[in-house]
């Protein structure tokens, strides 16, 4: 594929109309803004762009080549339209051809080139250019100047709003280097990297804030260690744990509620994480599973776990997970207090949390008559005596259907529940709308909106249920060819009341 402009043609007011009009296309369809996202289709907009002369559509390219995003991975190719777009004074394909230059990557590495070409984008004011010139201007030399010089650039980038930058800049008067040591202006930077979403940067805060003295404020420090872990940091979602877990009520769900980060830390390698997790899980007596991540935690080198699952072995009796749900429940006592049920299910690594003023399960379900937990059934006949069980630690501490208790307030989801992108815990939350007792058009209206979520993720009774509130107008307006769609998504998946329903509705419009 040509990189060059085939001849003038190419940037003839029409074609540069065209090109811009293709490279509009290509973004819209890129990230998905008023159309399907499709980066194979957008790959092919740039390419049309980059052909007529589109000089930010032939970056936009060769970044896709060089990611093999929506193309196939080809450097070669990647370093051609970053020099086509280059030549024609672009700044993104200036910097992007210069970090080919930087690394020797498909091209013979030259830092002389790559500063040059550093500068030439920085002078257009390009904030990330100016980051990577400020680098190559401090790092590995002596000369005063020049590292006087690198500190204006990384202070001009900071002030475009390059997060890098800013967070680089904060750590410089944190530490005192190259710039005099000021809290204040540390500060400043840091909170400016941290809204721009860069990691490092609400580690560095966490840590500040973190840190006894007249800084110190740790709901603060909490707070950017959330951020933290929002934004994929393995370390902060470890120490928020094991603060957390050192503590009791409210503290104690937030421990819970990082679970899942937590898990994720420790799959990707982190020992540290493996072994708050097991700590965790050791505190609410279950012991086979904290047993299993700290043995995690000691392949990955972590030399406490081998202590703990040591002790583990020599003195912890291993009460089977599903006789144990009692004690866990009973371990959160400040959640219980506020007549609520959270609770983690950690086979399946999912946080459900719900609020309202509803009970548990009747103590039958999970306690003997003296309340201690109760053993897990050894035989078929005793097994048929207890309550049905679903076997997930979620759901074993169930919510009572809102139309046995009365009136009561809604079920309120956390948003780490509101959010999640599961069918199963969607589908809940919509029926507890649907099933209140005197339920009201807004609880109709959220009842909808949770069934179709869970329906757009697959599920078959959700889908079954929205096709009945179009079939009868419950909280969106009655459409017939909308609940016949649904009961077929639901009825293909052997969903046995939605083929019953489907069969019913055919008849009578026939």
């Not at 990707?268 to 991540?293: I, N, T, W």
């Not at 599920?459 to 016949?484: F, I, P, S, V, W």
């Amino acid at each position: 594929m040509p990189a060059e402009r085939e001849d003038n043609r190419a940037l003839s007011p029409l074609n540069m109309l065209k090109g811009h009009a293709e490279y509009c296309l290509a973004m819209n369809c890129y990230y998905g803004i008023g159309a399907r996202q499709d980066h194979v289709e957008a790959a092919s907009h740039f390419q049309s762009a980059a052909l007529l002369g589109h000089s930010e559509a032939q970056a936009s390219l060769g970044w896709l080549y060089l990611h093999g995003d929506g193309v196939p991975r080809y450097k070669r190719e990647a370093f051609r339209w970053f020099r086509a777009a280059a030549e024609q004074g672009s700044a993104d394909g200036i910097c992007r051809l210069a970090l080919l230059y930087a690394s020797g990557d498909h091209v013979e590495q030259s830092w002389d080139e790559a500063e040059r070409l550093f500068r030439a984008a920085a002078e257009k004011n390009h904030a990330e250019s100016m980051y990577y010139l400020a680098l190559m201007c401090i790092l590995g030399t002596t000369d005063q100047e020049r590292s006087d010089e690198g500190v204006d650039w990384m202070t001009k980038s900071a002030k475009a709003g390059f997060a890098d930058a800013a967070y680089t800049l904060g750590c410089m008067y944190r530490d005192g280097k190259y710039l005099a040591r000021s809290m204040d202006d540390a500060i400043h930077w840091l909170e400016k990297a941290a809204h721009g979403k860069q990691m490092d940067a609400a580690m560095a805060l966490g840590a500040i804030y973190e840190k006894p003295g007249e800084r110190h404020d740790l709901k603060r420090s909490c707070q950017m260690y959330v951020n933290a872990v929002k934004l994929g940091s393995d370390e902060a979602a470890t120490k928020l744990a094991a603060y957390y877990m050192q503590s009791s009520g409210d503290d104690l769900y937030n421990a819970i509620s990082l679970m899942p980060a937590l898990s994720l830390a420790a799959d990707r390698g982190h020992p540290d994480a493996a072994y708050v997790k097991g700590c965790f899980l050791q505190q609410l007596d279950l012991a086979y599973e904290a047993e299993s991540y700290f043995v995690v935690a000691e392949q990955m080198g972590n030399s406490k776990a081998a202590l703990k699952r040591k002790w583990l072995n020599m003195g912890l009796k291993k009460t089977p997970p599903v006789a144990n749900i009692a004690r866990i429940v009973d371990r959160i006592p400040a959640i219980l207090a506020k007549n609520a049920v959270r609770v983690f299910d950690i086979n399946e690594k999912k946080l459900a949390v719900l609020e309202d003023h509803g009970t548990r399960v009747d103590d039958a379900d999970a306690h003997s008559a003296s309340g201690s937990p109760q053993a897990v059934p050894a035989s078929s006949n005793e097994q048929a005596s207890e309550p049905k069980k679903e076997g997930a630690i979620g759901r074993l501490y169930s919510i009572r259907p809102l139309k046995e208790r009365g009136k009561a307030p809604i079920i309120k989801w956390l948003s780490a529940v509101r959010n999640h992108r599961d069918a199963e815990l969607l589908l809940r939350l919509a029926s507890a709308y649907y099933e209140t007792p005197s339920r009201s058009a807004e609880d109709l209206k959220s009842a909808y909106a949770y069934f179709l979520r869970a329906a757009e993720l697959g599920n078959a009774e959700a889908a079954y249920k929205l096709a009945l509130m179009y079939r009868h107008g419950e909280g969106t307006a009655a459409d017939l060819q909308k609940a016949k769609y649904w009961l077929e998504r639901a009825a293909s998946q052997h969903f046995e009341p939605a083929t019953e329903e489907l069969r019913s509705l055919n008849q009578h419009n026939q």
